[in-house]
């Protein structure tokens, strides 16, 4: 889990403990609101990373918001004639 993932899932268990002890009836437009407002934040699901090698070619891998840069170094290396060729990534 790496650093932002902890602080976000911090953030999520006090608002949770929060909203338990505080506990209002709400409307079901107080409700659908709120719902919105946790779609809009999870709206990017998945993000497009395109690898240039070298030699000009491209290679695209999609990957989910919530996997780790460590995935994307694995792809590249199954990507390249030898894996145990140091690369670095840039953007």
Not at 3 to 11: G, P, V
Not at 53 to 58: A, C, K
Not at 65 to 71: K, L, N
């Given at each position: 889990?790496t650093?932002?993932?902890?602080?976000?899932?911090?953030?999520y268990?006090s608002?949770?403990?929060?909203?338990?002890?505080?506990?209002?009836?709400?409307?079901?437009?107080?409700?659908?609101?709120?719902e919105?407002?946790?779609?809009?934040?999870?709206?990017?699901?998945?993000?497009?990373?395109r690898?240039?090698?070298?030699?000009?070619?491209?290679v695209?891998?999609?990957?989910n918001?919530?996997?780790?840069?460590?995935?994307i170094y694995?792809?590249?290396?199954?990507q390249?004639?030898?894996?145990?060729?140091?690369?670095k990534?840039?953007?």
């Open positions: 889990m650093t932002e993932q902890a602080k976000s899932y911090q953030a268990l608002a949770n403990v929060k909203s338990q002890s505080e506990k209002t009836l709400m409307t079901r437009e107080m409700r659908e609101a709120i919105r407002e946790k779609t809009a934040k999870r709206s990017f699901q998945q993000c497009d990373v690898i240039r090698f070298p030699d000009g070619t491209q695209q891998g999609t990957f918001s919530d996997e780790t840069v460590s995935e694995s792809f590249v290396r199954e390249i004639a030898t894996p145990r060729q140091s690369f990534l840039r953007t």
